[in-house]
């Protein structure tokens, strides 16, 4: 005779076996793979001009010095492989410039932070530039998608007789997706020292609460593209004249002042394409007035 109740048993533990079992969803980044690179560059002048003197670089960071035509200046141009940068990233940016040299350093393209669930992404930039020694930091724009999450710093240390020119520029939305953040975390800090001594720090800081404010004209207003630049070195009047004269001309906002032994210059733009245009225009302008040092527009701004 024929056992029902059995056949009915086999069933439920045959039908258990075949069906396929979904993975848990993860709850947290740090449940995921994540991304740390890390990259290290040293160099010196030389009586042929700037030299390596160390590298490094950790995967998914990689480091290229493209032919300019100039053995004097150096161009570095750093590229992250990932594709972008994910929640609980680290990444870790290093140069120093000694002895005279002349480097500009960029990257390949925009950077883009994409959506995180709950921990943040750690950039981390650190410019050493000493002994008469010239540096330009001045990688492209980082896009910030709706719900990332990120934590910059930029630290900066300088001697006297040395120039710095440093850029950072943030893009807050996908413009072509018509995209507007409404939540998410953005933390952008700088400190500047001059011989171990703080010359100026500041932190800018977005969270979840704020985004749905941002329209307000005491804040960003109808500005999606924000851009801090820093420059230290000699003839600080005359830099800063410059870029209040230049910024008559800017299809956007452009503030500028000499605080700390060094000129700050704020942008904010309705879009990335017209920062841009304003940043390259000025450039152009400091290239010109700067012709000796690595201070122009990066070869890479035009691929």
């Known amino acids: 005779m024929l056992d029902t109740t059995s056949v009915a048993n086999l ?29 290290r560059i040293v160099i010196g002048g030389s009586k042929r001009g700037t030299r390596i003197m160390d590298l490094y670089q950790q995967s998914p960071i990689r480091v290229l010095f493209p032919r300019t035509g100039d053995d004097r200046r150096l161009e570095a141009v750093l590229v992250n ?58 990688p492209q724009e980082t896009i910030i998608f709706n719900h990332a999450r990120i934590r910059r710093r930029t630290e900066i240390e300088v001697s006297p007789g040395s120039e710095v020119l440093a850029l950072e520029c943030l893009v807050l939305g996908r413009a072509a997706r018509g ?12 400190n500047v020292r001059t011989n171990g001594g703080l010359q100026w720090a500041e932190a800018f800081r977005l969270t979840d609460d704020i985004f749905s404010r941002l329209s307000r004209k ?51 733009a ?9 940043l390259r225009k000025l450039l152009q ?8 040092g690595p201070f122009r527009v990066p070869k890479m701004w035009s691929c």
């Open 81 to 138: 492989t990932s594709g972008g940068v994910a929640g609980g990233d680290r990444f870790q940016l290093s140069v120093t410039a000694l002895d005279g040299a002349s480097i500009a350093v960029t990257t390949q393209a925009a950077e883009k932070v994409y959506q995180a669930l709950d921990d943040s992404a750690h950039i981390t930039t650190k410019l050493t530039v000493r002994d008469g020694a010239k540096l330009a930091w001045l």
């Open 218 to 268: 005491a804040l960003l207003w109808d500005s999606t593209a924000l851009a801090t630049l820093l420059y230290f070195g000699p003839n600080l009047e005359d830099r800063l004249q410059l870029i209040r004269t230049q910024s008559v001309s800017f299809d956007c906002r452009c503030g500028a002042t000499q605080v700390g032994g060094m000129v700050v210059a704020r942008f904010a």
């Open 11 to 39: 069933a439920e533990v045959t039908n258990a076996v075949d069906k396929p079992t979904r993975p848990a969803l993860n709850s947290s980044d740090k449940d995921l793979q994540r991304a740390e690179g890390t990259c």
């Open 285 to 292: 302008e400091l290239g010109s007035d700067l012709a000796s």
């Open 270 to 278: 309705r879009s990335s394409f017209e920062l841009k245009a304003a």
């Open 179 to 190: 995209e507007r953040l409404s939540a998410g975390a953005i933390t952008d800090i700088w």
